[in-house]
């Protein structure tokens, strides 16, 4: 055989990942298509089930692609890990007062972590997922880069940057030179059935997005009324429960200031929701804990950088310090909109990820 | 890529013979049995025949045939049907932690109506142990329902002591036999069950159609409603492509049994000893001896079971890590933990069910795949090559089969 190799493909039944695997045949290597079954609400019979990423309309959607190219493809039942990885965290940080990103605890703890176990099980040399990034090997730094998509608008880095270097070496990412209507025509092209499904846009064990209601079933006793105060602690009335609210959030207050009013931050100690106007939710410094870095080593001497402080920021140019215990210290060269503690902060030079963390203080 | 079928449990390949009949039995002769005329005539002739047939297999009566869509419905029926005729004498059931989910969650639905249920435990050969059985029969006790041989671990119950025991207490006697009807000898004039439950996808017959066996004279209620279509126990247009398929499936596998016992039974032995000599740390799951001739369950020591399986798949074998019905959950099979197997040894474990198709090259085949990859999934596992060598000799000064 002349084949390039094995790899195991990460399908969830979309048309990413779908064009991903037949990308991958077309290209030569052996492809294993795997789907990873990871939330279900066992409460509900099938047919009333919610349709999200992990619901069994994606595995057969999946299946049925593998049918049409002829690669193997299994189910793998990583729900107990992601219920605690992935869902318990997303809780507990809401909980705690910080705006967790499950997509990146998926990815570092489900993805990079048990898939790429999965994986080597399997006798595979790769894993590929249908990622809009690119990896590939830097001959001049000896090592893999981890790069934003050709496609920045549709560019998915900032919430693979947690991937270790030996797993970047073994990672495919072929949608990265494409742009998102290249991959539907593509997709359509092969005449894989997924080519028209919409794209998944919510959190993937929140089909109907309401993490609200979704935080108060799982976790109900936790969320306790509390105060909502200015940024003098003066008491400007009663909240619903820190997990109710975000940095930077405006609507929904049930607050009568006679202006605008908005979240500057959410105090878990005094259990308060610090309320301020627009100019009180900018701010230029913050530390970042729980760090990868893909690019260099580590960070050893302060570097100038683009920061992006969540998913749909742009990347604001800052200059990044290493603190003693471990953390870094993140000034930015301008103000930025709602730094907010439990998301991550990625730093890239141009297209290039140098590696991130989780905002853990605003200062 | 040649493929290899070591699932029989699961399913097994409709014998062409069969497959012709039923054909017919869908185009020309599509009657319906309960019709006046001679295509209903013609129809009632053949389920009439098929009725004797598997008869004819069990050593039963064609009365006490009755025809259902498998063996799940047949055990939902047997239990419940059992349970509901005699709740007036008492509501305890009894039966034990190995079943398969078919009875297993027949009885908690049970639990959940107000029946009290006991589920037996089994000793590290999946064997029911006949005294326990003794201490859990109460005065309230209508059914009990144990297994003939596990689907996991083919380990073969005493079936007949578990009859003589609930006789001589006046309680009926269930036991589903879908592993073994077809497949291994079953007479129950000589073991006399009150019911028993087959089904015809497990010996070379269709799928979607089965039997219960109900001894003339048991007292059992329907539990769905319509037309009276056998004899009322069970509404509903007989399915008369499979109930032929069925009967005919019957009739060659008991033409068969001896011969098919003896070639299966030398095939698993080969493997077995092949295995044991080429996979050091290996414990076979279930009774040494006295097991369904085409079952074998290993644990390899160390090895995950489902990565085991997409390896073995992807060189073209199909195998089982258990029972089909609960592949894509990672719980270690209910079976082996209740054989007190620690979760990480039910975690590894591969079930090969042999069928009158596999060859000694089919088998020879296995024996080569199998060791490296076995290898190497040990070489990524925290398994530190010792934890078990002691149990594994212990296993193996009582293996019969070295």
Known sequence: MSSKGTVVVGMSGGVDSSLTAALLLQDGYEVVGVTMRLWEDDSLVESTR??????????????????????????LNFREPFKQKV???????????????PCIACNRYIKFDLLFQKSIALGARY????????????QEKKRFLLRKGYDHAKDQSYVLYHIKQNQLSQFLLPLGKYSKDQTRLMAQKLALPVA??????????????????????ISPTTIQPGNFVDIHGKILGRHQGLAMYTVGQRKGLGIAAGKPVYVVRLNPEKNEVVLGDHNDIFSVECIATDLNFLAIDGLFKPMLVQAKI?????ESPAMIKPLENGDVHICFENPQRAITPGQSIVFYDNDVVIGGGTINTVI | MNRIYFD??????????????????????????????????EAFSAVDKARQQVADLIGATPEEIYFTSGGTEGDNLAIKGIAYANKNKGKHIITTSIEHHAVLHTCQQLEQEGFEVTYLPVNDEAVVDIEVLRQAITPGTILISIMYANNEVGSIQPIEDIVRLGHEYGIDVHTDAVQVAGNYPINVTDCPVDALTLSGHKFYGPKG???????KGTRIL???????????????????PGIVGLGLAAEVAQREMVDRVEQISNLRDQLIRGIMKSIPDTKINGHASNRLPGNVNFSFIGVEGESLLLNLDMKGIAASSGSACSSGSLSPSHVLLAMGLPHEVAHGSLRITLGRHNTEQEVNYLLEVLPPIIERLRSMSAWDGQSYSKKQEDYCSNCQLK
């Open chain 1, 50 to 75: 919610l349709q999200g990423c992990c619901a069994l309309s994606a595995v057969e959607d999946a299946k049925r692609v593998a049918a049409l190219l002829g690669i193997p493809h299994y189910v």
């Open chain 1, 87 to 101: 869902v318990d965290y997303f809780v507990q940080e809401y909980i705690s007062g910080k705006t967790p990103n």
């Open chain 1, 127 to 138: 894993v590929a997922t249908g990622h809009y990034a690119i990896s590939e090997y830097d």
């Open chain 1, 196 to 217: 028209n499904k919409p794209d998944s846009q919510e959190i993937c064990f929140i089909p109907d997005n309401d993490y609200k209601g979704f935080i108060s079933r």
């Open chain 1, 310 to 314: 969540r998913y749909s920021a742009h």
């Open chain 2, 8 to 41: 029989h449990a699961a399913t097994t390949q409709v014998d062409q013979a069969v497959a012709d009949l039923m054909f017919e039995y869908m185009t020309d002769k599509f009657g319906n049995p309960s019709s006046i005329h001679g295509f209903g005539r």
């Open chain 2, 209 to 215: 159609i089965g039997a219960i066996y109900v001894r």
């Open chain 2, 222 to 240: 329907a539990i769905q409603q319509g037309g009276g279509q056998e004899k009322n126990l069970r509404a509903g247009t007989e399915n008369v």
